[in-house]
């Protein structure tokens, strides 16, 4: 079975409740579709190196 990594960026904007909804939801599409999420890194809020969306936080 091949191994993959998942990296994607909140908006920091949002509540800790709507931050872990939208974890939550990326796992449930994962294991919809026959995958397993082994782990969760979560690495807090990191200023990004350029702005997406004209945010420079996320």
Known sequence: ????????????D???EG???IVNKINAVVTD???TVD???KWG???L??????????
């Open 14 to 16: 949002l509540s800790d």
């Open 39 to 41: 782990g969760i890194d």
């Open 49 to 58: 190196a350029y702005a997406i969306n004209y945010k420079t936080e996320g």
């Open 1 to 12: 079975m091949n191994s993959y990594e998942l990296l994607y960026i909140i908006d920091n």
């Open 19 to 21: 931050k872990e909804a």
């Open 45 to 47: 809020t990191r200023k």
């Open 33 to 35: 579709n026959g995958g």
